[in-house]
């Protein structure tokens, strides 16, 4: 499989409603001027990728598989902080280049929820999601069967702990910044690797 390499990488904010995925992705974007903030949700809406709504859930269900294949052209780009609960939909192919997952304690995440006027039933849908780690698990299994990738889990209950995630995601940027080729110096890599293929006896 060929793998991506988008000068700029793509980075995918995961984890259970209420552990500060947007707050972490606009706070990322804004020290980082080539980054940029794909909201999945409102992409849902837009690209027209809502399949139907969990009156019990109070939440909108949407088609991931044809999310990702409308928002492909940015991914290819690279330089996209993506924010959604999951992140086990992207092609294994090198398209997400670091995947945070963030972590909170029950007690912060019920009273977020509850700020947020959340039925009981969601309520206990995320908080049961967050006990048992589902997120992180399916994370794990899923770029386990991919190319290499880097996986980080955060927690988003404090102030300080989201001025410690903004340094050590902005450590893994410059780390990636400084071991990414130049652009373009791929493509001429290739080209000079197929002019000595062609050249050979």
């Given amino acids: 499989m060929e793998l991506m390499m988008p000068v700029h990488p ?92 963030l972590r909170a304690s029950n007690a912060t995440l019920y009273d977020r929820y509850k700020a947020r006027a959340y039925v009981e039933e969601k309520i206990q849908h995320n908080l049961d999601c967050e ?26 209950d404090t102030d300080e702990d989201m001025t410690h995630n903004l340094e050590t995601i902005n450590e893994w940027i410059t780390v990636w910044n400084a071991n990414i080729p130049p652009k373009g110096a791929a493509e001429q890599t290739e080209a000079s690797s197929q002019h000595t293929k062609s050249s050979s006896p």
Avoid at 62 to 90: C, Q, R, S, T, Y
Avoid at 132 to 142: C, K, P, R, V
């Fill in 131 to 156: 006990i048992m780690n589902g997120i992180g698990a399916e994370l794990e299994d899923y770029y386990s069967e991919g190319p290499e990738i880097t996986i980080i889990e955060l927690h988003g």
């Fill in 10 to 101: 793509n980075i995918a904010v995961a984890g259970t409603p209420g552990t500060g995925k947007t707050t972490l992705a606009h706070k990322l974007a804004a020290s980082n001027s080539h980054l940029k903030v794909i909201n999945l949700g409102a992409e849902a809406e837009a690209r027209q990728c809502r399949t139907g709504y969990d009156s019990q859930l109070k939440a909108w269900i949407v088609d991931e598989d044809k999310l990702a294949e409308a928002l492909a052209p940015e991914l290819k780009a690279g330089g996209n902080i993506i924010d959604w609960m999951h992140a086990d939909f992207w092609p294994l192919d090198g398209t997400i280049n670091l995947v945070v997952i």
